[in-house]
């Protein structure tokens, strides 16, 4: 049971060291095997998968979840504590992930649609959380998931735009400030359901 754990494991560091290398679409199931010292057979009875279940347990791996990244989403005090919170997190977070997968970065295009949905998943890990601790302030389980989509997109969009393609402009503002912009849309949108609740 230890060995088989073992190998399970050494496939996963084998299969994050080759894809680092050399990228993920050019890294073949064959060449992971043989990193480990093991037949294709072998690697398939661990995942059935193939290559795509080894991607989603290498993402995985790097400590990448979301869901474990963000538990503290929960403890906040209120929704404006919560983009306090997600101002100072969501940014390094960020850039922890792009730093981490940048080789995925160049195979985007050439993944199968089993890949990309499994990628996919990501993102909306993300979100989940974000609805997890808006959920904690607001009743409405519609409104929530305005609110939370809301905080989503806007912080996704702006370190997208402003710091991973690195898009200068002259309005550019701070993350704090587009921060406090989301604040005032949420407090907006959460007052309305106040207001309807009386």
Not at 34 to 42: D, E, V
Not at 76 to 100: C, H, M, T
Not at 107 to 119: P, Q, Y
Request: hydrophobic content about 40%; proline content about 2%.
């Amino acid at each position: 049971m230890a060995k088989e754990k073992n190998l399970r494991d050494k496939i996963i560091q084998q299969s994050m060291a080759l894809f680092e290398l050399q990228g993920y679409s050019a890294t073949s199931v064959r060449q992971i095997a043989k990193r480990c010292g093991c037949t294709a057979g072998s690697l398939y009875y661990f995942f059935e998968g193939g290559k795509t279940e080894i991607l989603q347990e290498v993402v995985r791996a790097y400590g990448l979840d979301p869901l474990d990244n963000l538990s503290w989403v929960i403890e906040e005090q209120s929704l404006e504590d919560l983009i306090d919170r997600l101002i100072a997190e969501l940014p390094l977070f960020f850039q922890n992930v792009s730093k981490k997968l940048s080789w995925l970065m160049f195979d985007v295009g050439r993944l199968t649609e089993n890949e990309m949905s499994m990628m996919r998943k990501f993102p909306l890990s993300l979100h989940k959380s974000i609805l997890q601790g808006v959920r904690m302030h607001l009743d409405d389980p519609r409104k929530s998931l305005q609110v939370s989509w809301v905080i989503y997109c806007g912080f996704y969009g702006y370190i997208e735009v402003f710091k991973k393609i690195g898009l200068v402009v002259e309005e550019e503002f701070t993350i704090e400030e587009m921060g406090e912009s989301i604040k005032t849309a949420v407090v907006a949108l959460a007052g309305q359901e106040q207001m309807e609740a009386s």
